[in-house]
């Protein structure tokens, strides 16, 4: 008999594509899709865009349909709108730069696909991200793909061990470019479908259109000042900005300031000099190693945001799943904002992350 997999599929050519060559390999494949949302009052589609929206899942039906095996959609609204729009939402309130997509993978995505692959009786789930299942030290982890610019390792840091195991990633050995070629190849309807690179229920970045919405009334006016106190202007909610962040301020002219500081608490954005973005430390929570680095610590690379050239740092492993992490050159980290993911790794190999605390 076939060995059966699941595949992940969101309409989008990277699932498509997967799915593609395992059916090519010879598995017997069974495509899942996730419906995320509904559409919202008075909008003609799901507010969602670029991955699981409606029109997405029938994509991704027509692709199934073109390389005859099985396609259902499966509800997950509920649990996305607890574990990543909501908690999305008090992030930004709370004056903390989350990211969604990490907590969308680790949480929705391979949580539910993996109880629905077993309930099909599927040994293996496969997903269309660019990375690569490695084994270190008898423990499973991931590397990162043969496509740099598109690797996916940096949202995957926290699977688990029970996850990692099922887990097939089919492109992670492949360039976009040869994605896209072989969608071509293969006749698949979605060959030239362009990519979504806004968060999916956040349409065209509009973050103060999502807290409307999802939080009316959040507007709460407060004071822009500096270091020492001084005030430098006004804002209408502390969840307009973010740490690093250099537009928008409306200060005027003059030096350059960014947002440094963030208390939600009093409503108080801190802006100030590029420098003062700077961190020599910082303390990481909620650590998922993939992989132990001891006691004593060791030098990783570590990054903060998902495009970032890693930097060499010294980590630390602190009681309570945390860990200390300090950079050899801070300016190269750039502005370290709580509520970011920061990723682990040594070479190309993941070593774990967890997520940047406050001050």
Not at 54 to 62: F, G, S, T
């Amino acid at each position: 008999m076939r060995e059966r997999v699941v595949v992940a599929m969101s309409g989008g050519v990277d699932s498509s594509v997967a799915a593609a060559l395992l059916v090519e390999r010879g598995y017997e494949v069974v495509g899942v899709g996730l419906r995320l949302a509904d559409r919202l009052p008075g909008e003609a589609e799901s507010f969602h865009r670029g991955c699981c929206a409606p029109r997405d899942l029938a994509d991704a039906r027509a692709v199934a349909a073109r390389l005859g095996f099985p396609f259902y959609a499966m509800d997950a609204r509920e649990a996305f709108r607890g574990a990543v729009v909501e908690g999305f939402a008090e992030a930004y309130l709370r004056g903390r730069t989350p990211n969604p997509c990490v907590d969308c993978n680790q949480e929705v995505k391979f949580h539910h696909l993996a109880e629905r692959a077993r309930a099909l009786g599927a040994g293996r789930l496969a997903t269309g991200h660019y990375a690569r299942r490695v084994t270190a030290g008898g423990r499973l982890t991931l590397a990162r793909s043969a496509d740099r610019a598109k690797d996916q390792t940096y949202f995957l840091f926290g699977l688990t061990q029970a996850q990692l195991a099922l887990a097939m990633f089919p492109l992670g050995d492949m360039e976009k470019r040869q994605v896209r070629e072989a969608a071509r190849r293969l006749g698949l309807p979605n060959a030239e479908k362009p990519e979504s690179q806004e968060i999916c229920f956040v349409p065209e970045g509009d973050y103060r259109r999502f807290l409307d919405r999802e939080r009316p009334g959040w507007r709460r006016a407060g004071r822009i000042v500096d270091g020492d106190g001084n005030v430098l202007g006004a804002h209408e909610g502390v969840a307009e900005f973010t740490v690093g962040q250099r537009r928008g301020l409306g200060l005027g002219g003059g030096e350059p300031r960014f947002v440094v500081r963030l208390d939600s608490d009093t409503a108080t954005v801190v802006a100030g000099r590029r420098e003062e973005l700077h961190r020599e430390r910082f303390l990481v929570e909620r650590v998922r190693w993939s992989l132990p680095i001891g006691r004593e610590g060791r030098r990783l690379l570590v990054q903060v945001r998902h495009r970032q050239r890693p930097v060499p740092c010294l980590v630390r492993p602190r009681p309570g799943r945390a860990a200390e992490v300090v950079p050899e050159d801070p300016p190269a980290l750039g502005a370290v904002a709580p509520g970011q993911a920061a990723v682990f790794y040594e070479g190309e190999v993941l070593q774990g992350g967890g997520w940047v605390a406050g001050e």
